[in-house]
């Protein structure tokens, strides 16, 4: 527990309400990839969005993060057991698990002590989905500011394991049989105070709070807001997902 940077209990109740959904067919696919639905196991499960979604096809999920705070803002369903551990120490038995699954968060991991765990609980023949999202494109005229702000404003209050994010996990150790994954998307409708809020819970918006003093979403909020159409238009916006899958 005591290499775990943590970078997001500090605002767990905004993480849990303003942290986009992934798609029901992201979990369908998952699932078809199995030869038995018996246990998954949705590793820094955070508040719980990827384990809802494994909950609708697998008997049991056990869902675990080093963040007990975290925890306590997860949703409550009879499928999904929640559990506070490291990525890298489980407490589940040996061969237990159909699938492992890792959304937006193996770039925190010791990768070398997380795949010795894998190897450890996963079935033979079990499978592995680490995924994330990067920054997404807004529409327009929308996307020059917003460039501006993640790469400029709070480009240097990005932690160093960003970089893997936006790497889409390529240089990211990976040692199994590598599955191809259809292309995979969040999409949201949503206004420019729900786009603001989801940006709150960015860990670059945190660390620059904390060395400037002040908060850079009112002024981003500004420039977006003309080219909008109304604050409270909802916009459809999209994260392409990025997935690296496996098998024993």
């Not at 096809?57 to 929640?82: G, N």
């Not at 994330?132 to 494109?137: A, D, I, N, Q």
Request: aromatic share 12%; net charge negative; hydrophobic share 45%.
């Amino acid at each position: 527990m005591s290499g775990f940077k943590d970078h997001f209990s500090s605002a767990s109740d905004r993480y849990a309400a303003y942290r986009p959904a992934y798609p029901a067919t992201l979990f369908a696919w998952l699932a078809n990839q199995c030869a038995e639905h018996d246990t998954a196991w949705d590793c820094a499960t955070g508040s719980g969005q990827a384990a809802l979604g494994l909950a609708a096809h697998f008997r049991a999920v056990v869902a675990t993060d080093a963040s007990a705070e975290q925890l306590r803002h997860a949703q409550a369903h009879p499928a999904v057991t929640y559990r506070v551990a490291p990525a890298e120490a489980s407490g589940l038995a040996d061969c237990s698990v159909d699938l492992v699954t890792v959304a937006q968060a193996a770039h925190w991991f010791d990768l070398p002590r997380f795949h010795a765990e894998v190897a450890r609980v996963l079935k033979p023949g079990g499978v592995i989905a680490l995924w994330g999202y990067g920054r997404m494109v807004l529409p327009g005229a929308l996307d020059a500011p917003f460039q501006r702000f993640y790469s400029e404003t709070v480009g240097p209050y990005w932690p160093p394991e960003r970089a893997l994010i936006d790497d889409a996990y390529r240089s990211l150790a990976f040692p199994y049989t590598e599955i191809d994954a259809p292309p995979c998307f969040i999409e949201v409708e949503w206004t420019l105070p729900r786009l603001v809020d989801y940006l709150s819970t960015w860990s670059a918006v945190k660390r620059y709070r904390a060395a400037e003093g002040h908060d850079p979403l009112p002024a981003l909020e500004t420039a977006l807001a003309p080219l909008w159409g109304g604050a409270d238009r909802p916009r459809r916006l999209q994260w392409p997902l990025f997935l690296r899958v496996g098998r024993r």
